[in-house]
Each structure stands twice: as C-alpha cells, then as structure tokens.
C-alpha cells in the first residue's frame, strides 16, 4: 500500500500547498485586521479565533460573526477569503476526483488491495493464470475440494466471469500478466500456504514464461503447464520440475493405449472419473482404415500414434498442402472430400477439427454412408456440449475436461499418476485384475484415491512399527475396520511403494516397512477410519492384538504386575 | 469388555454424581448440605484425576484438566468450611454456605464435561 500512499500525495502536492496558502493569508488577514467589543473597545481577533471564523467560512458553513459583531474592515476581508477558499477548495476537490479516476492510480489501487489480500490467506491455495474454458473448469473443481484459489489473467473480462460463477470460497482475482515476476509475487507464490501453480493461458510461450518463472521464485511448489505444441513441451520438459500437459498428446496416447489394451483406458477413466460415477464402458477402437478429418495439432498427434501403431489413414483440411504426403489431401470440409478420403471402406472417423460445426457435420455425413462406423468427435466450446453429446460418438475428446482430470490427478494424487503409469506398462492383464478386485472390494462407484503414508513420526505408525516387539504389521491390518476389526474396510491397496520399489496390486498379507506408502481406492467414510490408524497407538493395537492396552498409569502398573506373576 | 473402562467410568460418573448431591439444596442452607456428601465427592474426584494420570492422548489430556478443576474447586470449598468452624470457631452462616455450595457448583460442571468426553470418546470409538 506503501506506493499508493506515496502516489497520493505526489498528486495532491499541488492542490494541499495552495490550500494550505489560502488558509494562511486568510488566517493571518483576519487576524490583523483591528475589531471592536460591543463596548466599542479596540478588539483584535486572536489567530486561534481567526483560524476557526475561517474554518466554517471556506467550508461554507457560517456560524456567523464570532465573537463580536464583525467591523465593515474586517467584512470586506472575509468576503474576500470566501471567494478565495472556495476556489482553493475546488481546485483541491477537483484533484481528488481526477486522482480517483486515473486509471494508473485505479490499477495500483487494486494490485494494492489485491497483494494485501493475497497476503492474507491463510487456507492453502493454489494460483491459477489464465481463465479460459479448461481455467474456469479447473478452478470449480478445486474450489469443490476446498481449495481456495487465486487467479490471473490479463483479460478482466474473463475475470469478471469469476466473480459472478458459483464458488464456496470466492478466488482472488487480479487482471494482470502472470509473466511478470511482481505479478506472481504479490500472488503469493512464497506463501507457504501455497500448494501449487497451474498455467493454463492460451498461448503456449505465456505459460513456458509463467512456468519458469515460478520454478525460480519457488522451487518447492508443484507446477503443471499446458503445451499445446511440441516444442514448448521439450522445452519445459528440459527445464525441468514443471509438470507439462499436452492435451492433444495426451489424448492420441490414450487412444494408443485403447487400440492395445482397452481395458487399461477403462480403469484409469474410472479412477479418475467423478467419484461415485459408474465403471465407463471399454471403448475398443477398431484398427481398420482411419479418416481423420481436420489436420491441426490434434489430428497430427492422433496420426503420430497410428503411425506408430501401423495403421492406416487419410486426412484432409483446408489447410494442409497436399504434396507433403499423399495420405493428405487439401480442401474444404465438404461431403466430396470425405468420399475423396475413402469414408466407404473406412472402419474410424476421427472429426478432429477446431469447428464444432464441421465435427457434427462429418460425424452425420459419414454416418450415412457408413452407419456402423467408430466416431471418435473433439468439441471445442463448452456451449456446444449438449450437441455434441447428442451425437453419440464412441469417444469424445474435450480438452477442458481432459485438462482438469490431468492437472488434478499431477497436484491432487501424484500417486495415481504414478500407477496408472505403471498400469499401462503392465498392460491389460493387470487392468483386468484391478478391475475386478476394485469392483470385488471396494464396490461398483467410482472410488476415491488416496496415499497411506507409513510415516512413523505418526503416533500410531509409531506404535505399529517400533512398540510392538517386532511383530508384523501389514496390509490386512490397514484394511480392517478400527471399529469392528473382524470386518474389512471396502478399500483396495492398489500400489505400495516402499524404497523405491513400486508393487502393483499387493495382497493383503504383504508386510509394511517403516516410510512405505500405499495408494488405497474406496470411500470417503473407509478413508477416514483408517486414517484413525496413522493417528492413534491404541486403534493399531486394538487392531492388530483384540485388547486395548491400559491407558493411565495405575492401569499399567498392575497389568505388569499381573504379567510378572504369570 | 474392558476392567480399565468399567472402573474409569464408574469414579468419573460417581464423581458427578456425589458432587451433584451435595450441590442441590436451597444455597444458603447448611442444614441441606452434608458434610459427609462433600468429603466424599472430594475423595473419589482425587481418585478419578489419578486414574486419568498417563494417558497420553489428546483427549486424555483434556480428561485430566477437567478433573483437576473438579478437584481444585471441591478443595476450595472444603477448605472454607473447615476455615469457619475450627479456625475462626463460629457456626456455618448463610453467607459461608453459598460460597462452599457456588464452588462445588463449579466443580458439578468441570465434572459434566469430564462425562461428557467419556460419552463421546467412547461414541466415536465405536467398539
């Protein structure tokens, strides 16, 4: 605030001296000027009584002629003053108004409030810059987890939106460029509330920019970028420590994982869906012939990986020129050029372009040619959904939805991350196993993910670990219910890792190591019993002994006492 | 069953209760305030503060202050009673009383909490 201040009063500079002159002629006039007592007696004002006659005077105010009647002298001096005052006063008022509306005064008005402010959370937040479409998804979906949030964008309209969507916690806004070192400073990138940073602005060298920048101002905080474009990916990937999305190449790798192993698809759609949602049916593309229609960044990604899987494809767009590959053709998104491309003997339909329109339009016309075709549509703008689903494509790629499942799966469950990693190295065997075991253990919802973490500066991993003379202690007793621990908790261990070594599926009978971490699938009511486990000595040992032990000091005096006798 | 809940609860609650039947009664009244009643609510609150002694939980903490203003409050009140009687050597006036009988008031309400953590630990453990 200290540079608003200082702003202030370099404006007012002017307009406070003149005031303060015409006061003082005033003043000092007034009380020059000779006046008389009712008595007739030689009368002068004194300052003090000069200063107040001269106060309700400019301030137009009038008490009236204090503390005598005034002499015809000293009537023509504050006729005199009040003219001037007035006009002091006005070119002083005035000054003010204009410094109010100055946009430059406005601007440091509102980063003053908004750095004092930012400053003063106290939840941890995350920072998101840029609030387009995939921004605004994001930012509901953290806000519902009970982040608050502080946003950054360069348009104050988009920002606008923010204020008026329905957030539990309302974000901290500031229309300004997350480029800027100040910027993200006075965001609270140092605060150690701060859990995280999220680049998701249109254009890819902004978020590079964004994304180094806070890895420099902060080295310990998660970072997640967009990279539209393959070059910024490198990029951002050497510089390292930043999390880098790039949503048409995340997507084309899906849809190599699916040509593969299907099912793998399907269990990561379903952990990392909605929770509660069902399992979502496996979609099994076809490899047959591909049309791909649209040849921008998502349709090269979707090609890079049918080249990679031997597929065969044509594509066309009004964009492309046709003498670099044969499998491209140029043109306009017309009914002749999809025939051109073979849409008769083709088994995939991939509407691909950067149009909603042209999607929908493809999807129906190959559709009448090929009624059994597999369509895989992208939708581009949130207003478009209703018609997009209503096409019913065999798979949809939207890139907010895509990016709010991968930004939240990087800050939220890296853990998840990591298995489903492993998942797809695994392939479909495994897939099919989680599957199964997840549906057998935890039920037919879509589970919630969660790290256990062994941490022994934990009272009750403590105990677990180092207060129970070395017994073992394992999976199965994290599974069991603290309350009854004959019954098991409806959770899944999907992945344990313990020193470096990650293990998929581990059974129920797998001994734990001090600092071992398991990511667990269930409910949120499972989750929070067990989490009983990490906090309290005496659950563990109810769990894994039956008995309680004593728990004040005469108690455990005479179970001693009884132990010796024995 | 548990031998180290059933005990614990039975002073927590014989507690309160001793306490409370000392406390009822018309608060001026000597006559309605026996002095045995008061003697024994102080005796099994110090055996309740000793039983809670060790327990190293965060509720176990919270048990034992509760006990020990119990316990101080009741003492307090002994203390003036003997104060009047031995030291200064009157009989017990109407203002006296409602001082022992407002202080075990204070300590009937330390002693309602300690009930009230018992309940509800043993509500949220489930078993």
Known sequence: MSDVLFLILRRLRAPLITLILVYAISVGGLALIPGVDPDGNRHPMSIFHAFYVMSYTATTIGFGELPYPFTDAQRLWVTFTIYLSVVGWAYTLGSVVALGNDANFRMMLVRGIFRWRARGVAEPFYILCGYGQSGARLARALDRMGNHLVILDPSAERLARATIQDFATPPLTLAADGRLADVLEDSGIHSPHCLGLIALAGEDGTNQAIAIGARVLNPAIPIVARAKSGVAKVNLESFGGVAVINPFETFAANLGVSLRAPEVVQVEDWLTGAPGSVCPPCARPPRGRWVLVGFGRFGRAVAKVLDAEGIEWRAYDPKVEEDLDTRLLHGDYTENILHDAGIEGADVLVAGSDTDAVNLGATTLARRVQPDIFVVIRQNQMQDRALV???????KFVQSDLMVIECLQVLK??????????LRLAGTPVAVATLERVQREAGDGAPRA??????????????????????????????????????????????????????????DSTKLKPGARVLFVGDDVARRLQMRYATEPDTIAWVCSGSEPPRGFLFRWLQQRARAAE | MNLEKVIFGFFIILACTLNFGFFIGDLERAELHHPMELFFAVVVNLIATVLKFGDRTQLGATHLATSLVASLQLLAASIVWVWQLYVVGQPMSGELTAVVVSLSGGALLANLFSVVLLIGETLRQGR
């Open chain 1, 413 to 422: 469950a890296p853990m998840l991350g990591r298995f489903i990693a492993e």
């Open chain 1, 389 to 395: 689903d209503a096409a019913h494509a065999n798979l």
């Open chain 1, 450 to 507: 969660w790290e256990f973490d062994c941490d022994v500066l934990q009272p009750g991993m403590f105990h677990a670990f180092f207060q129970r003379a070395g017994a073992p202690f394992t999976i199965e007793h994290l599974v069991a219910n603290p309350i009854s621990p004959k019954e098991r908790l409806p959770v899944t261990a999907l992945m344990l890792e313990t020193e470096g070594q990650r293990t998929l599926l581990p059974p």
